[in-house]
């Protein structure tokens, strides 16, 4: 990898999180999985963050922390799929 | 009216083609003949208008169902075709199958492991239920890989290349594949390779797609009219079909007497044809099908497409009862909340009232007057139109029998009252780009022809009174009405939901008005201030704020402004009168452009754009935010109306000889200008000489150009400054363009001093002729007036060349603005096809109609821009300042704001973003 996308200013944060934490947040938010936004597993960042965590499966949940002008830090949240 | 709710949900649709079993199973009858009618008008058995067909004249039955005309929803028929024909709709599917496909033994060109791979692929996807547009893809990539086989791995045939050529005829390798020959690969498919490219085999074999027998539609689809004359003139599609029908009938006689080849072939190609055209008239490639007189035929696709199209036209969009439309003109008088109906209108439009015991009496007396009652006192008085009885049935209430009806009328029935005073009713101009284009108004009926409304509401709708037209719809329901007036009413849409400022507000005279009344120390005398007071209704004078020594009173203007702004008002903030960048209190002061209100007194300054006006007005956004919509909307009212009586008062107007300056200043402006040009001379000929120093990252052309624009642009500033220092806050032009009230200092300039370069697209003009713009210049000429430069004024008039060159500079203009209209909209509109279905749920985040999240909270910060302050939910300091009462140096602050803006400043974000890493799992490295 030539590059670290998330070293980029314009990249906001993103975190793996763990099946429990995604499970609480699935709680919290009350939806089921395939209501969240997607990111694909071919994303430039989930490939960073496997290189971080290893192999990522479909139906992990990564949070993306963003700063935005109005709002500060604001939270969101990915489903990965495939392809 | 039954309003059930929503009592079934579709969870799929599934589409397939139609068989030729199918077709005839379905078909009520075999069409044979192109002829339609007989001599005497019966339609003729296996024609194309066959009565099994359905009925469209009234009194005959269906010989199908036996039902009349509304009962009868019409019968499909069928035509068997002489040769088979391929389906326009479907070449696209036919070429993607019958190139990766085997050629002798119709198999996918895949090995099995390969297609069960792709299967198992597709499966896994509809498993995680992938929607359609993701399964087509898979589908997609199978018959890509299937392609790319030259030999067939089941039976080893070598496969020759099929190529499309438009829009129906295939090849391979170069000669013709009949429909017929396209039919037989097709049907060699087997079953379970077609499950691979996502079709299913019981719902879509591709045989189906080469056509053996053409749906008919019913007649009632394609009704044919009686012309005054006597004539029937048929629908185009009938046209298209008794096309189709002759020959097929040659094709067959043709192919069944043994005629030659070449023949039949000719003939099958037209049948191909018209077949072709009878679903899409536009197909590329081939002529379009007309009709005798030269127009082309609308058929299928035809119907269906396009903004004239049934699902744009038809289905998404229409016709309503209830509603008017008449051009609009203004009325200050109304509040913003009203708008004038003229009788002629209110005696249509008309609201359905139930009648029920507590309203009888009144209702009966209603429709006692009728439909055109006679008013006594000059006032409008409402009638009935319509009387609705329980079971449906619509009586027309008539002078004649409004006596009889009103006497029959009972609980329970219903009755259309026309419109009153106070009734709401929704008033929309188009284009409808946001939600204030179309608002709820209460309605006035009132005489003369036209809309009115207030003046204050035309920046929502972007209307004026050149001749523009609005619509008007009235609601016929309690419930759509509450929903209305609570919702969608003028005064709730003051502020803006795009920028939080208020939309609605003075233009034009209310803001010169405001000006006349508060500029400096103005005053009025007792008759002029009952004048102006007695426009809102006030009964009461306020004491005189000044009396002379002989007794005169005076009241000031900012006095009797202050009587419509609420007692505990505070605010301080710049006029629009005061000069740009400006931040010294001193000078603002010192051209009273510094308002200050306090505890609802306006202690100094001057009300115009920046205090009342739509868009920029403070202390409408104020009043609207801290005093609610209500409170905002009576002072909208007030002011208005206070800002007609000053300048009916004072007077005011305007004409050419405001730009008038002395000869002195026309001088000095001449010099300026040569000067100017004789510095672009310079420049033209430092270029020549090749001295022009050139600027980084530009030719030396360019920075000639660069040059010149600048001295000359300079050059109109100084010219628009001696012109404007002969101008001065007494002139009418100044005062409109100062306060905000219409046009700009550099109109001014442009009119008095000098127009000045004009550009195409950013450049100095340089069309036209060879090296020159018109031939009243050297070749070559690089000056000032050579380039579009011009000297006069709007005043002085145009130099012939310099005319020429302000059209050319004009017209872009034009151009530009009529691109981009037609440009925007479609983005417009692709934009809210996107957006249209998401909605805000109550747990703040914004989901579509699926229930899949957009956005986690709404705009990521869940702030609603209409009520938040400068972008934040809470301004802290203006809560600080109302609870703290007046600390010293708020002034300051309040100038100190104006510069800082919106929201975070990107320094405050570096101090967030530290704080938030520490709790935050490290970036990851690589």
């Not at chain 2, 498993?127 to 199978?142: C, F, P, Q, R, V």
């Not at chain 2, 392609?147 to 067939?152: E, N, S």
């Amino acid at each position: 990898m030539r590059f670290n996308v998330l070293e980029h200013k314009l990249v906001p944060e993103h975190r793996l999180l763990s099946p429990d934490e995604a499970d609480e947040v699935l709680k919290g938010l009350k939806v089921t999985r395939d209501q969240l936004p997607k990111i694909r597993k071919t994303d430039p960042v989930i490939r960073v963050l496997e290189k971080i965590h290893g192999p990522i499966e479909e139906g992990r949940i990564v949070r993306v922390l963003r700063l935005n002008q109005t709002a500060g830090v604001s939270e969101a949240f990915r489903l990965v799929i495939g392809r | 009216m039954p309003m059930g709710g929503v009592t079934k949900r579709i969870n799929a649709i599934k589409f397939a083609l139609l068989s030729p079993d199918e077709i005839r199973r379905m078909s009520a009858t075999k069409i044979i003949t192109a002829d339609t009618y007989d001599d005497d008008g019966f339609p003729i058995d296996m024609g194309l208008m066959d009565s099994h067909l359905g009925v469209i004249e009234p009194g005959l039955r269906c010989k199908t169902c036996g039902g009349k005309v509304d009962e009868c929803p019409g019968h499909f028929g069928h035509i068997d075709l002489a040769m088979p024909v391929i389906h326009v709709g479907y070449v696209k599917e036919i070429k993607k199958l019958l190139q990766s496909t085997c050629k002798s033994c119709g198999r996918l060109l895949l090995t099995r492991q390969q297609a069960q791979e792709f299967m198992r692929d597709l499966e896994a996807q509809e498993e995680l239920g992938a929607d359609s547009t993701e399964i087509s893809e898979i589908a997609k990539e199978t018959a890509k890989e299937a392609q790319k086989r030259a030999r067939c791995p089941h039976c080893d045939t070598e496969q020759s290349k099929i190529t499309l050529d438009k829009p129906t005829t295939f090849r391979e390798d170069g000669h013709k594949l009949t429909p017929r020959e396209v039919r037989e690969r097709l049907e060699r498919i087997p079953n379970d390779d077609l499950r691979a490219f996502n079709i299913e085999p019981e719902a879509a074999r591709p045989e189906w797609m080469v056509l053996t027998a053409l749906l008919v539609p019913p007649v009632t689809v394609r009704p044919s009219i009686t012309l005054e004359s006597g004539d029937r003139s048929e629908d185009d599609l009938t046209h298209k079909l008794v096309d189709v029908l002759r020959i097929n009938q040659r094709l067959r006689e043709n192919r069944d007497a043994g005629a030659p080849q070449l023949i039949v072939e000719d003939l099958w190609e037209l049948l191909q044809y018209h077949v072709t055209t009878y679903f899409d008239n536009q197909t590329s490639g081939i002529p379009p099908a007309r009709h005798r007189s030269g127009r082309p035929l609308k058929t299928l696709v035809q119907r269906l497409k396009g903004k004239e199209g049934r699902f744009r036209s038809n289905l998404s969009g229409k016709r309503v009862n209830f509603s008017a439309r008449t051009v609009i003109s203004p009325d200050p008088v109304l509040s913003i909340n009203e708008v004038g109906v003229p009788i002629e209108a209110a005696r249509e439009l008309t609201v359905p009232i139930r009648v029920q015991a507590y309203n009888m009496e009144i209702v009966k007396d209603w429709v006692k007057r009728g439909p055109t009652p006679v008013s006594t006192n000059g006032q409008f008085v409402p009638g009935v139109n319509y009387v609705i009885r329980p079971d449906g049935r619509r009586i027309r209430v008539t002078d004649k029998n409004a006596e009889t009806v009103a006497e029959t009328v009972e609980t329970g029935w219903v009755v259309e009252r026309q419109l009153v005073d106070g009734d709401i009713v929704l008033f929309n101009r188009q284009p409808s780009l946001h939600r204030m284009s179309m608002m709820a108004h209460e309605v006035r009926v009132m005489k003369e022809k036209t809309f009115r409304f207030n003046l204050a509401v035309c920046p929502p709708y972007n209307a004026d009174f050149d001749g523009d037209e609005m619509n008007l719809h009235v609601l016929q329901s309690e419930e759509a009405r509450a929903e209305a007036k609570i919702l969608m009413r003028v005064q709730e849409h003051i502020l803006s939901p795009r920028f939080g400022g208020p939309v609605i507000g003075g233009i034009h005279d209310h803001i010169t008005g405001s000006f006349l009344l508060t500029y400096r120390d103005s005053r009025f005398n007792h008759e002029e201030t009952t004048f102006i007071l007695s426009k809102i209704g006030l009964k009461e004078i306020p004491k005189p704020a000044k009396t002379d020594k002989d007794g005169t009173e005076w009241w000031t203007g900012k006095q009797i402004f202050s009587l419509v702004l609420p007692p505990d008002l505070n605010i301080a903030f710049k006029a629009s009168i005061g000069p740009k960048g400006v931040k010294d209190l001193k000078q603002l002061t010192a051209e009273d452009a510094w308002v200050e209100v306090h505890e609802g007194q306006l202690k100094s300054g001057t009300i115009d754009e920046n205090a009342i006006g739509a868009f920029k007005g403070k202390i409408l956004d104020k009043i609207a935010r801290d005093y609610g919509s209500e409170r905002a909307k009576q002072f909208i009212d007030e002011s208005t109306k206070l800002a007609l009586g000053a300048i009916m008062v004072r007077g005011f107007t305007t004409g050419i000889d405001d730009e008038d300056i002395p000869e002195e200043a026309k001088r000095q402006i001449t010099d300026v200008l040569r000067q100017a040009e004789e510095k672009v001379q310079d420049f033209v000929e430092a270029y020549r000489r090749g001295e022009l120093e050139q600027m980084p990252g530009r030719s030396l052309e360019e920075t000639l150009e660069v040059e010149a624009m600048k001295v000359l642009g300079r050059a109109r500033d100084q010219a628009g400054q001696i012109a404007g220092k002969h101008l001065g806050m007494e002139n009418p032009s100044v005062i409109m363009a100062r306060s905000g009230a219409r046009g700009s200092m550099l109109n001014l300039s442009q009119m008095a001093g000098c127009i000045g370069q004009q550009a195409v697209r950013g450049e100095r003009l340089s069309r036209g002729y060879w090296n020159r713009t018109l031939p009243h210049f050297k070749k070559g000429d690089l000056g000032a007036q050579a380039k579009g430069f011009v000297k006069s004024s709007y005043k002085s008039g145009l130099h012939p060349t310099e005319y020429f060159f302000h059209a050319m500079g004009g017209r872009e203009g034009l151009v530009d603005t009529a691109v981009r209209t037609s440009r925007s909209g479609y983005m417009q509109r692709r934009l809210i096809n996107a957006l249209e279905d998401l909605k805000v749920k109550e747990d703040g985040t914004v989901r579509n109609t699926a229930d899949t999240i957009i956005q986690f909270r709404f705009g990521e910060d869940g702030v609603d821009p209409s009520r938040s302050v400068q972008g934040t939910a809470v301004d802290i300091d203006d809560i600080l300042q109302e609870v703290l009462g007046e600390e010293p140096g708020w002034r300051e602050r309040m100038a100190e704001k104006e510069m800082t803006g919106y929201g975070l400043t990107e320094k405050d974000m570096i101090v967030e973003l530290e704080e938030e890493e520490e709790t935050e799992e490290e970036p990851p490295e690589e």
